[in-house]
């Protein structure tokens, strides 16, 4: 079976999940930070988990649908502590004096997030054993092409559980505008563990503010009002000043896994190279990534490449934020050389700088970029720059522990959400904390190169698949 010529995703159900209840807070204007509002151009998050089909029984003869039914009730109690997910963005624009300003209205009842049940046929293996990742994976996401800004008429949350012959994918579809990864998969988190309680049997929605331990934090931080929450003025007149839609070329994706014991390798070779004991491993493996695939490319020695670290600012600001704050705060920290200096000079070396424009990210540093947005508001535009490898995402995330009651998930793989050559997306490997998996998107000429780079390959494992976690497939 040929799941990208042969296979596609149908629809067999749609609808709107309301918030459980309407807490307080709910009612008023979701005023948007610096952080979120420099999301308009991007694609929602696109993040999800493949799970075994739950086995039929005389009790429950067809668990799926139980299942689909329990995600419905689940995701209500889950928005109830999440109310912005449920909300949709408004533009509040006058002509004198110039205002225009971007917030999210949760207060309408007849709101809420969209919940999708999609069925394909194709098993596990279909999605897990090819080289490449198939395309059909883009198909368990919903709002194809959506950016952020189109949260005004889109909902900010959907919701696509795609069944497949043995398996179950369940993927969300989330507004950047509303949070950053660490947001994202605390709301997963918190999704996946009231499925689990309901399957259980317990009476959630009867106890609803035990469900989440510890509650999100959906107040906004401001840090140049003391924290109160503001409308931000973007001095703009219309959206079409700022709205850039970026359509990616062609792109091959691949799933590369490396073990702690690979990791560990790169490590003590970047350290021992610079006289080193800081450099991380994942440091090491960024620079490692970004050496590869500057080489894949062949590109001229002096043309700039640039390595990108997405990062979260919450323990980095004085005092921190809380972990728990549910929102967008996440920069990125860049590493710039020529293409010659970067391959002439060892993993160490590009280690080194990667490490240190992470340390330079400091609280002074942050407060700075909030202060000079603030007087000139600016939208990111998400097309590359130059010969730019972006790492994106976290092996912290947990992604394995989000347990909806059907056990540990199989894999987790994304959409087709700010894919670009040169697009790295991490996640907690298979073999469990310590190692990693990589999604690498590239030009197809750039991913066979990077195939063929004996110093790259000979840190990956073999196959994305283990074979002991294909057996249990």
């Known amino acids: ?60 003869p067809n668990p799926t649908i139980t299942f689909i039914d329990r995600l419905k009730q689940s995701l209500s109690i ?41 069925a394909a046929d194709v098993t596990m293996l279909d999605i897990l054993t090819p080289i490449d990742v198939p395309r059909i994976v883009q198909s368990f996401f919903a709002l194809e092409g959506a950016i952020c800004h189109d949260g005004h008429t889109e909902p900010l949350l959907v919701v696509q559980v795609t069944e497949l012959l043995d398996g179950v994918f369940v993927g969300c579809i989330f507004n950047h505008v509303i949070g950053d990864g660490t947001s994202y998969w605390k709301f997963f988190h918190a999704f996946a563990k009231i499925t689990r309680r309901l399957s259980k049997g317990e009476e959630c929605d009867k106890n609803i503010d035990c469900n989440i331990s510890p509650p999100p934090i959906t107040k906004r931080w401001f840090m140049e009002r003391d924290g109160d929450s503001i409308l931000i003025n973007l001095g703009f007149s219309h959206h079409k000043d700022f709205i850039d839609r970026y359509e990616p070329p062609v792109l091959r994706e691949r799933m590369f896994h490396f ?46 490449t640039v390595c990108k670290l997405a990062i979260s600012d919450r323990l980095r600001l004085n005092p921190p934020l809380s972990d728990n704050y549910f ?57 590359p720059i130059f010969d730019s490898v972006r790492m ?39 073999t469990g904390i310590g190692s990693v998996m990589l999604e690498v998107c590239l030009a197809p000429e750039s991913m066979s190169a990077l195939e063929s780079d004996a110093e ?16 249990s497939v």
Not at 266 to 281: G, H, R, V, W
Request: proline residues 5%; hydrophobic residues 35%; aromatic residues 10%.
């Open 78 to 118: 889950t928005l109830t502590h999440f109310y912005p997910l449920s909300g949709r963005m408004v533009t509040k624009k006058q002509d004198n004096p110039p205002f225009y300003g971007i917030y999210v209205d949760c207060s309408n009842d007849s709101l809420g997030a969209d919940f999708i049940h999609a």
């Open 456 to 471: 790259f390959m000979d840190a990956v494992s073999p196959h994305a698949i283990h074979s002991e976690h294909l057996a």
């Open 392 to 430: 994106g995402s976290s092996p912290r995330f947990d992604v394995y522990d989000c347990d909806f009651g059907l056990g540990m998930a199989v894999a987790a793989r994304s959409g087709f959400a700010n894919k670009f050559d040169g697009k790295v997306t991490s996640y907690r490997g298979l």
């Open 1 to 60: 079976m040929n799941p990208e010529t042969t296979q596609v995703v149908r629809q067999i159900s749609k609808c709107t999940i309301k918030p459980h209840k309407g807490l307080e807070e709910s009612k008023q204007p979701h005023y948007l930070t610096p952080w979120d509002l420099s999301f308009f151009n991007a694609h929602y998050i696109q993040q999800g988990l493949l799970f075994r089909k739950p086995a039929p029984s005389l009790e429950d």
């Open 327 to 383: 929102g967008n705060c996440v920069q990125t920290v860049c590493a710039t050389t020529t293409t010659g200096e970067l391959l002439h000079y060892g993993i160490g070396w590009a280690a080194l700088i990667l490490h240190e424009a992470i340390k330079e990210h400091t609280d002074e540093k942050i407060r700075g970029f909030t202060k000079d947005w603030m007087k000139k508001p600016r939208i990111y535009q998400m097309r």
């Open 259 to 304: 073990t702690a014991e690979s990791l560990a390798k790169l490590k003590a070779k970047a350290n021992e190279e610079e006289c080193n004991t800081q450099i991380s491993c994942f440091q090491a493996l960024s620079a490692h990534v970004w050496r590869s695939i500057t080489r894949a490319r062949h590109h001229p020695p002096d043309g700039k």
